[in-house]
């Protein structure tokens, strides 16, 4: 099966009810898209489709494991993803106007006519949403074992004592603090 065919639901001559499909997301699923901010990607997805009269309900389980680069010491980072996401997926007239009016980011529209889903893009998303916004392990101290020591050394060395140093700038505006 093609790269791109794999991705592509042909829904028409499904019965209603629940079906499921499953896919291996490696590295390889996201060279089609732009580089991203991880690596070593190993991600099953499983895709619950509930397929409806003039509508499809789709539920997509995010799971696996993934590399990223630590927000804190630059080290490589393993991080677990998991997730759900839910889609509602509706035939109509005229779907890209729909399309442009919804509100709601978890219904999409598209036409009649319509015979094939492609869900690479969905795909994409939800992995990238999976992941956390800052990419540091659980240690505070940078103890744990993927923490890079060189990284902590040097953090250590920045912090300053506790004490706030004099800026210069703002001597002789202390007089200005109380007016009223």
Not at 35 to 60: H, I, T, W
């Amino acid at each position: 099966m093609s790269r791109r065919r794999e991705f592509e639901i042909p829904f028409v001559g499904l019965k209603p009810g629940v079906h499921e499909y499953n896919y291996e997301i490696t590295d390889k699923f996201f060279e089609a898209f732009q580089q991203q901010d991880f690596r070593n990607c190993k991600a099953p997805v499983k895709l619950y489709l509930s397929k409806e009269n003039g509508f499809m309900l789709l539920r997509f389980e995010i799971g696996g494991t993934l590399e990223v680069t630590c927000d804190r010491c630059n080290s490589n980072l393993p991080l677990d993803l998991w997730d759900e996401f839910s889609i509602t997926v509706k035939m109509v007239e005229e779907p890209a106007l729909m399309n442009d009016q919804e509100i709601d980011p978890d219904v999409y529209y598209i036409s009649r006519g319509e015979s094939h889903l492609d869900v690479a893009n969905w795909i994409y998303e939800f992995i990238n949403l999976s992941l956390p916004m800052q990419k540091a392990c659980d240690f505070e101290k940078m103890d744990g074992p993927y923490c890079n020591k060189t990284a902590m050394d040097m953090l250590k060395k920045l912090k300053t004592d506790g004490a706030p140093k004099e800026n210069p700038i703002w001597k002789g505006l202390e007089k200005f603090k109380d007016l009223e």
